[in-house]
T-cell receptor
Framework: AQSVTQLDSHVSVSEGTPVLLRCNYS??????LFWYVQHPNKGLQLLLK????ATLVKGINGFEAEFKKSETSFHLTKPSAHMSDAAEYFC??????????????WGAGTKLIIKP | GAGVSQSPRYKVAKRGQDVALRCDPI?????LFWYQQALGQGPEFLTY????????KSGLPSDRFFAERPEGSVSTLKIQRTQQEDSAVYLC????????????FGPGTRLTVL
C-alpha cells in the first residue's frame, strides 16, 4: 500500500537560512511524487513534481526536491527562506487506481514558520 | 475560467440539515476530484469524475454523501443529515487528466456543523 510520512509537523527557520522539509514514501510501484503548498485562506498550489525523469526536481519560488529511491525519500529544500514562504507544505504520492484514474495520497503536512 | 472556484466559501449548518457545495472546474478539464480536509490534516480523497462519469467514490465516508457532475463540468457535493464530524474544508480540484497531470485546487468550502 502507498503511504506518505512527513517527519516534522512544524519547522521553524530564520529568514535567509536554508529550509529542509522531510518526506518519506512507501510505494509498490515507481511513484509520482509532488509537493503542494497551502497558504492561509488560499487554495493548494503545486510546487513541483517528480515523474521518473530527473531525480532532482526544481519548482517554483526557488524550491527543489530530490528523489532518492534507496532512501524512499523526497525531501523539499530551499537555500534561503523568505517570509512569504510561511505556509503549510504537503508531500503527496500518486496512486494509480481503477479506470486509469489516479489518486493523490497526502502527507499530514508540515507547517513552515519563518522567523524575522 | 481562470481557476477552480467553489461556493459557498463558508457554510454553517445545524446538525441534521442538508447542504450542497458547488465546484466550477477549469474549463475543459476532464477530471474532477473532491477532497475532505479536517483541521490540521492533509486532504483525503472522496470521489473522482471523468467528464460526467463518477468512476471512483470509494472515499465517500457514508451514504449521506453524494456527488454529481451531470454535464461534465460543474459538480455538486451534497451531504444529507449533516453531523458534527462532517465539519471540515471540502476541496475541489480539476485536472486535464492523466496520471501525472497537475491537479488545480479551488479555495475550498469550510463547513461547520453545529
Amino acid at each position: 500500500a502507498q503511504s506518505v510520512t512527513q517527519l516534522d509537523s512544524h519547522v521553524s527557520v530564520s529568514e535567509g537560512t536554508p529550509v529542509l522539509l522531510r518526506c518519506n514514501y512507501s510505494s509498490s510501484y515507481s511513484p509520482s511524487l509532488f509537493w503542494y503548498v497551502q497558504h492561509p485562506n488560499k487554495g493548494l498550489q503545486l510546487l513541483l513534481k517528480y515523474t521518473s525523469a530527473a531525480t532532482l526536481v526544481k519548482g517554483i519560488n526557488g524550491f527543489e526536491a530530490e528523489f532518492k529511491k534507496s532512501e524512499t525519500s523526497f525531501h523539499l529544500t530551499k537555500p534561503s527562506a523568505h517570509m512569504s514562504d510561511a505556509a503549510e507544505y504537503f508531500c503527496v504520492v500518486s496512486v494509480t487506481r481503477i479506470h486509469s484514474n489516479y489518486q493523490l495520497i497526502w502527507g499530514a503536512g508540515t507547517k513552515l514558520i519563518i522567523k524575522p | 475560467g481562470a481557476g477552480v472556484s467553489q461556493s459557498p466559501r463558508y457554510k454553517v449548518a445545524k446538525r441534521g440539515q442538508d447542504v450542497a457545495l458547488r465546484c466550477d472546474p477549469i474549463s475543459g478539464h476532464v477530471s474532477l476530484f473532491w477532497y475532505q480536509q479536517a483541521l490540521g490534516q492533509g486532504p483525503e480523497f472522496l470521489t473522482y469524475f471523468q467528464n460526467e462519469a463518477q468512476l471512483d467514490k470509494s472515499g465517500l465516508p457514508s451514504d449521506r454523501f453524494f456527488a454529481e457532475r451531470p454535464e461534465g463540468s460543474v459538480s455538486t457535493l451534497k451531504i444529507q443529515r449533516t453531523q458534527q464530524e462532517d465539519s471540515a474544508v471540502y476541496l475541489c480540484a480539476s485536472s486535464a487528466g492523466g496520471r501525472v497531470n497537475e491537479q488545480f485546487f479551488g479555495p475550498g468550502t469550510r463547513l461547520t456543523v453545529l
